[in-house]
T-cell receptor
Framework: DVKVTQSSRYLVKRTGEKVFLECVQD?????MFWYRQDPGLGLRLIYF???????EKGDIPEGYSVSREKKERFSLILESASTNQTSMYLC?????????????FGPGTRLLVL | AQKITQTQPGMFVQEKEAVTLDCTYD???????LFWYKQPSSGEMIFLIY??????QNATEGRYSLNFQKARKSANLVISASQLGDSAMYFC???????????FGTGTSLTVIP
């Protein structure tokens, strides 16, 4: 079974703090993704990575950065957390297999910025 | 324009009945994949079913089937014999063949009534 884990299920931080969200997958997937999920807006892509040290901006990269030093680990960084970054953050990984690429998600991190 | 549109914010269904969740998509890429995910209140996104743009037959996975109407650009999810455990948010998603990016709809909240 594919396993995607995220470092925290719940996180409370203060405005201005630097926040690290970690994601690890154990299936040697090449592609990894960070989304945020807000009510009524669905999932919005922040960044994705298709290889080690490679990254591409998604739809809403402002205020975020990412790091992928190893294939299995993809980190999301909030350089200076703000209250509008309070959200649910979902990490996913995927592999193209037989013409189909399916994303597998971690359990999510609910971040509250005070 | 929205890539994925889910027009039903909330749906109710009686236990043991069938229910259809609507999804329309927008793409000019001839190669694409369509996905449905379930998100229970715990937050984890669970992959349900996949349909490729070149697949001749509608996809089925147990009680889930995808009603794929290519000309209408619709990919509705049909859940047969609803169970209480089917109560969750359901997301439709698309990946275009020319892109690594997945696009998600805003979701439909399904409630199964005993």
């Amino acid at each position: 079974d594919v396993k995607v884990t995220q470092s925290s299920r719940y996180l409370v931080k203060r405005t201005g703090e630097k926040v690290f969200l970690e994601c690890v997958q154990d299936m040697d997937h090449e592609n990894m993704f960070w989304y945020r999920q807000d009510p009524g807006l669905g999932l919005r892509l922040i960044y994705f990575s298709y290889d080690v040290k490679m990254k591409e901006k998604g739809d809403i990269p402002e205020g975020y950065s990412v790091s992928r030093e190893k294939k299995e680990r993809f980190s999301l960084i909030l350089e200076s957390a703000s209250t509008n970054q309070t959200s649910m953050y979902l990490c996913a990984s995927s592999l193209l297999l037989a013409g189909q690429e399916t994303q597998y998600f971690g359990p999510g991190t609910r971040l509250l910025v005070l | 324009a929205q890539k994925i549109t889910q027009t039903q914010p909330g749906m109710f269904v009686q236990e043991k009945e069938a229910v259809t969740l609507d999804c329309t998509y927008d793409t000019s890429d001839p190669s694409y994949g369509l996905f449905w995910y379930k998100q229970p209140s715990s937050g984890e996104m669970i992959f349900l079913i996949y349909q490729g743009s070149y697949d001749q037959q509608n996809a089925t996975e147990g009680r889930y089937s995808l009603n794929f109407q290519k000309a209408r650009k619709s990919a509705n999810l049909v859940i047969s014999a609803s169970q209480l455990g089917d109560s969750a948010m359901y997301f439709c998603a698309m990946r275009e063949g020319s892109s690594n990016q997945f696009y998600f709809g805003t979701g439909t909240s399904l409630t199964v009534i005993p």
